[in-house]
């Protein structure tokens, strides 16, 4: 610990800090160096990876680059360079059609492959918004027009629950920072969304209470208070029943003294209404979702 605090006022950071900084998995900040050269951390005398501001700096010009379409291969190139004007493609219709093509196919070790590439490369809120979640509304727009099956949603859906259950214990093991307690909306069985969402703010540090499906909202103060919780993120993809937002979610936000988020199809639907509740819609763009929260857990 008193070495961290010397690498600190150094001005050296080690790459949990770093991670939780840019919310870039420490794998990745590996495969970013090993690969392609885009980073040159100092060591420790023990071999630890240490970080500058410059350091930091650079990987979240890095992080920008992608989010315009930028392929990882080609980032190094367009450092200190202008950014493109126009958004790229980037490498995700690929990584779309490769685990569209694995689930169609029930292949479960084609569809690992191709999810555990992108998660090397890139940060899990990006994996979720331009793959996971397109690929998801594929599938349903799929089932829709009788092009595929339930069967394939389902395989899907399993898929993602065990991963991500599994990554969710893996960063839980990482996590220092504030705890956040995350649930279902009442009437939402589909912990998808919440599993997405606590990984996205894992990877900023937070530590994370998950509680699961169709969580009656009463039944969140208690771990709330117990756990030292900054914040309740609350997630739902389904129409809630009318009490909820009229009553239960008033009564949760007067009740306890901590940001209330809620995330999903339901915060857009909703949004005045859990305005109204004293609530704090964040809407299905993870990026900004990330940002709002940060903002709210530090002012409050």
């Known amino acids: 610990m008193n070495s961290e605090k010397e690498h600190h006022s150094a ?36 071999g630890h990876r240490l970080y500058t501001q410059q350091d930091i700096d650079l990987i979240n010009q890095v ?19 202008q950014a493109p004007q126009e958004p790229l493609e980037g490498p995700w219709h690929d990584y779309q059609r490769r685990m569209l093509n694995a689930v169609v196919r029930f ?5 690992d492959s191709a999810y555990n590439e992108a998660l090397s490369l890139h940060p899990i809120d990006m994996v979720t918004a331009r793959l996971v979640v397109p690929l ?7 089932w829709a027009n009788r092009e595929g ?11 993602l629950r065990n991963k991500l259950g599994a990554r969710f214990h893996h960063e839980a093991s990482r996590a220092r920072g504030p705890r956040l307690v995350a649930a279902c909306l009442p009437g939402e069985h589909h912990e998808t969304g919440i599993l997405l969402a606590s990984l996205s703010v894992m990877a900023r540090g937070y530590r994370v209470v998950l509680l699961g499906a169709d969580t ?16 309740i993120l609350l997630s739902g993809s389904v129409v809630p029943p009318g009490e909820i937002l009229r009553t239960q979610l008033p009564a949760l936000v007067q009740d306890v003294a901590v940001p209330v988020f809620i995330g ?19 809407g299905t763009d993870i990026p900004a979702a990330l940002k709002r929260i940060e903002a709210k857990i530090v002012t409050h």
Request: charged share 20%; aromatic share 8%.
């Open 63 to 81: 992080v920008e680059f992608l989010h315009k379409g930028v392929p990882i291969s080609q980032t190094k190139s367009y450092l200190n360079q």
């Open 136 to 142: 998801l509304k594929t599938l349903g727009e799929r």
């Open 216 to 231: 009656p909202l009463a039944e969140l103060l208690e771990p709330c208070r117990h756990a030292e919780a900054r914040g």
């Open 11 to 46: 001005g050296l950071y080690p790459i949990r800090t770093v991670s939780s900084l840019t919310g870039v998995n420490p794998i990745t900040l590996r495969a970013w160096e090993r690969r392609y050269g885009l980073i040159k951390p100092a060591r420790s005398e023990k």
């Open 107 to 111: 292949d479960d070790q084609a569809l």
């Open 149 to 159: 099956s339930i069967a394939e949603e389902h395989f899907f859906g399993a898929y």
């Open 264 to 282: 999903g199809q339901a915060a857009l639907q909703f949004n005045d209404a859990i305005v109204a509740a004293g609530a704090i819609p964040l």
